[in-house]
T-cell receptor, first 111, second 118 residues
Framework: DAGVTQSPTHLIKTRGQHVTLRCSPI?????VSWYQQVLGQGPQFIFQ???????GRGNFPDRFSARQFPNYSSELNVNALLLGDSALYLC??????????FGSGTRLTVV | AQKVTQAQTEISVVEKEDVTLDCVYE???????LFWYKQPPSGELVFLIR??????QNEISGRYSWNFQKSTSSFNFTITASQVVDSAVYFC???????????????FGTGTRLTIIP
């Protein structure tokens, strides 16, 4: 069975640009969560979607947005990139809202 | 607010030694879950254990064991007879409700980098 897949694996963007990160959950999982992990820190919660509805939002600026599609895949969008947005972005899917399976992440570098 | 503290930033031990990773948490919830994840260099967070706040029994899984003590708000992780493959960053995490529908987010500690020396 395929796990949580994220694309792209690596990305380099320039300050001020926009980026879209993608996540496909495990088949049957209806919940997707996004986390940002800055180097040397633990992951920080950004969003959670369940059945295409936003169920939670972390303490991130409005430049960060996300959505979930009918097939439960998800996109994370970040506008007006800042150097501080450089991080590993992790997606997690869940079947029961109790266990979370993470993908390998997208490593974003903003230059 | 929820908080998870992993005071040990880095630990190095010689292979076959036992090692304990500490985790202390803060929460006002009466029902919560505690987690441990392993993060190898590839970046993926690998699930190790989930423990319900009402279950204080220690758990053992092969060389791994976990000690949950509600009285001290600690959830420590011990690796027995460590191996080089255990080298990774280990994160402790605490669940927190974010909606009335049962949705939760995870609050992570800052992680402990474990290096097993051959």
């Amino acid at each position: 069975d395929a796990g949580v897949t994220q694309s792209p694996t690596h990305l380099i963007k320039t300050r001020g640009q926009h980026v879209t990160l993608r996540c496909s959950p495990i088949s049957g999982h209806k919940s997707v969560s996004w986390y940002q992990q800055v180097l040397g820190q633990g992951p920080q919660f950004i969003f959670q979607y369940y059945e295409k509805e936003e169920r939670g939002r972390g303490n991130f600026p409005d430049r960060f947005s996300a959505r979930q599609f009918p097939n439960y895949s998800s996109e994370l969008n970040v506008n007006a990139l800042l150097l501080g947005d450089s991080a590993l972005y992790l997606c997690a899917s869940s079947l029961d809202l109790r266990s979370y399976t993470f993908g390998s992440g997208t490593r974003l570098t903003v230059v | 607010a929820q908080k998870v503290t992993q005071a040990q930033t880095e630990i190095s031990v010689v292979e076959k030694e036992d090692v304990t990773l500490d985790c202390v948490y803060e929460t006002r919830d009466t029902t919560y879950y505690l987690f441990w994840y392993k993060q190898p260099p590839s970046g993926e967070l690998v699930f190790l254990i989930r423990r319900n706040s009402f279950d204080e029994q220690n758990e053992i899984s092969g060389r791994y064991s976990w000690n949950f003590q509600k009285s001290t708000s600690s959830f420590n992780f011990t690796i027995t007879a460590s191996q080089v493959v255990d080298s990774a960053v280990y994160f402790c995490a605490l669940s927190e409700a974010i909606s009335n529908f049962g949705n939760e987010k995870l609050t992570f500690g800052t992680g402990t980098r474990l290096t097993i020396i051959p």
